[in-house]
């Protein structure tokens, strides 16, 4: 019986795709990513080992403006944000502000693990991170090097990673990581660390954020999302697409990608354009970055 339990993954690289600009190198990474974490799934794996995992090779790839790829804030510094949620119990961890680490996102785990807090930020974070034992990095200014390539605070401005996933055993489990906006003013914090804007999982639906985070945390659009089939009976693609509506109306755009407790897939975005690829048990693996979602 345990083959026929439905499982769902969905990964993405940032809403803040620029029509004009080649993301080939991306699309190829999320076909080998999206392979290997149906692979985890339909193996038995656990949603948030996958969500982890998939966010962490997001990160260290620098192809993405997170992790390796992020940008600079306005003092020429990389301070990063991740969180992670598990939607068995809706434990949850996040760091934000943290920087010289490789995987942000095993930090947020960490704190997730430690279970004292959800959130912490900058030195308190790096301390965590630190004595969970985590990879640093050496020469920041070396290793996030990336980010030229991803554009600049007049052009592409910000990105991020993020991960949702349904496992055979029913879990569900989110995980997000970004550099931010580009040029963002020391100490900003974006939506991508604040649980139920960013990143949100319990059990019925996992989501994850990326646009303009601001926005994203004056709508709390992944509890949003969490809330609308919750209290208002939205199936996934209407409670995603109103959501993106509520954001537009804070003043932004961007995407969110999303599973259900059913298996169901969900990434619409109101950007111009979302690196994002999906698979689950009934349907094949999709790479889309400009393609309209129905
Ligand atoms: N949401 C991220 C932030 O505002 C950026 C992005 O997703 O592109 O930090």
Known sequence: MGNFMPYALVIHGGAGAQPGTDYSAQAEHMAKL?????????????ALAVVAGMVAELEASGLYVAGKGSGPNAAGEFELDASIMDGRNRNSGAVAGIRGF??????????????????????????????????????????????????????????TVGAVAL???????????????????????????????????????????????????RCAAAHDVAARMHYGGRDLGTATREVLDEVRKCGGDGGLIAVDAQGRISMPYNSQGMKRAAVSYATDAVVRVFEPEP
């Open 34 to 46: 999206i392979a290997r974490g149906q692979e985890m799934l339909a193996d038995g794996e656990n």
């Open 102 to 159: 490789i995987h942000p996102v095993l930090a947020a785990r960490a704190v997730m693990e430690d279970g004292r807090h959800v959130m912490l930020a900058g030195a308190g974070a790096e301390e965590l991170a630190r004595s969970a034992g985590l990879a640093e990095v050496e020469d920041p200014q070396a290793y996030y090097s990336e980010h030229v390539r991803h554009g600049s605070a007049d052009t592409v401005n910000h990105g």
């Open 167 to 217: 496992d055979r055993s029913g879990a569900l489990a989110a995980a997000t990581s970004t550099g931010g906006t580009f040029g963002k003013l020391p100490g900003r914090l974006g939506d991508t660390p604040v649980i139920g804007a960013g990143t949100w999982a319990d059990n019925l639906v996992a989501v994850s954020s990326t646009g303009l985070g601001e926005a994203f945390i």
